[in-house]
């Protein structure tokens, strides 16, 4: 079954410090990992997708990367305007339709305090 | 630029009784789902239609049916909700079936 992990599930930072989320996953055949950014009371917004180890995305002050057990959301000199819910999810490359579904992990909760 | 669009935003519904939840996408998308999002649980598949005319159930399907109507709208239906169904709703579509997923605005469902 495949699993995803993120960590930690809260992070509170001050304005211009950088820092890392994590996600850890398991799954039988990586097809993609997808990292969405969740505002209280609204949908999923797509951030970056990846889909082999050692690619890396950028945009603006967040930068995604990949490894064979985990990514990284690396933010660097947040500001307030980051504050969301920064989701992960896996799609997974069996066969047959299960490798139409998003496993997402729980989230971690980021606030940026000015 | 609409991009995917659900309606009703609220519903509050009482046991046993049943409802449609509606959505539209106008990105000429194949691939529609609908998750369902719990405190604690993260977001669970539904059901999804990978092209116009299939559907198939994903993790959580009992209690629920859908309907792909066209390329545009897909449809979820509860036909006698319980109070385990209360829960945010999220309708989403993607290009294909491994590229990114984009989400309407949620339903936020309450039954009592």
């Known amino acids: 079954e495949d699993q995803v992990t993120q960590s930690p599930e809260a992070l509170r930072l001050q304005e211009g410090e950088s820092s890392s989320l994590n996600c850890s996953y398991t799954?039988?055949?990586?097809?993609?990992l997808f990292w969405y950014r969740q505002d209280p009371g609204k949908g999923p917004e797509f951030l970056f997708t990846l889909y082999s180890a050692g690619e890396e995305k950028e945009k603006e002050r967040l930068k995604a990367t990949l490894t064979k057990k985990e990514s990284f959301l690396h933010i660097t000199a947040p500001k307030p305007e980051d504050s969301a819910t920064y989701l992960c999810a896996v799609q997974a490359g069996d066969s047959g339709g299960s490798n139409y579904k998003l496993t997402f992990g729980k989230g971690t909760l980021l606030t940026v305090n000015p | 630029n609409a991009g995917v669009t659900q309606t009703p935003k609220f519903q509050v519904l009482k046991t046993g009784q049943s409802m449609t939840l509606q959505c539209a996408q106008d990105m000429n998308h194949n691939s529609m789902y609908w998750y369902r999002q719990d405190p604690g649980m993260g977001l669970r598949l539904i059901y999804y239609?990978?092209?116009?005319?299939?559907?198939d159930k994903g993790e959580v399907p009992n209690g629920y049916n859908v309907s792909r109507l066209n390329k545009r709208e897909f449809s979820l239906r509860l036909e006698s909700a319980a109070p385990s169904q209360t829960s945010v709703y999220f309708c989403a579509s993607s290009a294909l079936r491994n590229t990114e997923a984009f989400f309407g605005q949620g339903t936020r469902l309450t039954v009592v």
């Open positions: 239609s990978a092209s116009e005319g299939t559907t």
């Open positions: 799954v039988s055949g990586l097809r993609g």
